[in-house]
């Protein structure tokens, strides 16, 4: 008889490198491999899906894999330093075990994209499960399934952009079209200045044949829709993630609850037209 896998129990990885993304610190990116060669092959997952990371004695978060499938051998993660047990994770060296479970949720609509033109809008430290995406439209084996792909991508400032030597790459690229903004203006910065919604108001993407994936905090999610809509982008091609609402991972706890809808089992990823029969308060 098959033994049911407890979805409660995590399973272990150790780190392997440890970025530093920001000046002051609180953003680092974690590469985990599995101790278990067979928890990496069960572990399978599709872009915009989470995780589970967990430090024994301390309790675990849920946070959004910023590897792709198409990376194969480990997974990333860009975790923020905002309480206790994250920063322990923060504090861990080469070689520490952390404890992982998942995957969980939905993942970006990969069916719903093939053939289409891809505009990516994201903002802040959201961008990992954008990351993700574009790691896999980018991979040979994957590119020819996604026509035009144009990703608009800022942050509070320069140093706050994740991914530095990614973005160096994908700027060199000619099947991609990245563009980066900061709030405000600094030395140095030669690239767009202002808020998400006022640049994506300003190179408002063509709606045809396209489909929108957002991912960022609440406030550039609000303001950015309506831009969507004036360029004439339907409810039902623009994507956004709740990755904010993230919980337990498995519907228990409740605490990720939306209307009827729960963010860790029905999500994180849904349709503008899902979410406008949802009450307001994601």
């Known amino acids: 008889m098959a033994v049911l896998e407890n979805v409660y129990f995590p399973k272990l990885m150790k780190i392997e490198e440890i970025t530093t993304e920001n000046p002051v610190n609180d953003l680092k ?11 990496s092959k069960n572990f399978i997952y599709i ?5 589970e990371l967990s430090q024994i004695g301390m309790g675990e978060f849920p946070i959004g894999i910023a590897s792709s499938p198409t990376e194969k051998g480990y997974l990333l993660f860009t975790i923020k330093k905002v309480g206790s ?26 069916e719903k994209m093939k053939g289409k033109n891809i ?4 903002g802040g430290f959201a961008f990992t499960t954008l990351r993700s995406m574009i790691y896999y439209m980018l991979a040979p084996e ?6 035009k792909i144009t990703v608009l991508y800022g942050a509070r400032s320069a140093g706050e952009l994740l991914y530095k030597k990614d973005l160096e790459n994908w700027e060199k690229r000619n099947d991609i079209n990245l563009i980066l903004t900061i709030d405000k203006a600094e030395p140095g910065w030669t690239k767009k200045v202002g808020y998400i919604p006022a640049v994506l108001k300003e190179i408002s ?21 309506p831009v969507l809509t004036e360029c ?15 919980k337990c991972g498995i519907g228990k706890c409740g605490h990720c609850s939306v209307g009827r809808m729960y963010v860790c089992l029905d999500g994180p990823v849904f349709s503008q037209a899902e979410l406008k029969k949802l009450p307001k308060e994601y």
């Open 29 to 39: 990116t974690f590469k985990l491999v599995f101790k278990n060669q067979e928890d």
């Open 47 to 51: 872009p915009g899906q989470f995780a």
């Open 85 to 110: 047990v994250t920063g322990s994770v923060h504090y861990s060296t080469l070689g520490d075990v952390i404890g992982v479970r998942g995957p969980f949720g939905n993942g970006w609509p990969l």
């Open 119 to 122: 505009v990516i809008v994201g």
């Open 142 to 147: 994957n590119r020819a399934n996604f026509k």
């Open 205 to 225: 993407p063509n709606s045809d044949n396209a489909v929108a994936i957002v991912c960022g905090p609440p406030v550039m999610i609000k303001f950015s829709m």
């Open 232 to 246: 004439k982008f339907p409810d039902d091609a623009i994507f956004l993630s709740l990755e904010n609402r993230m």
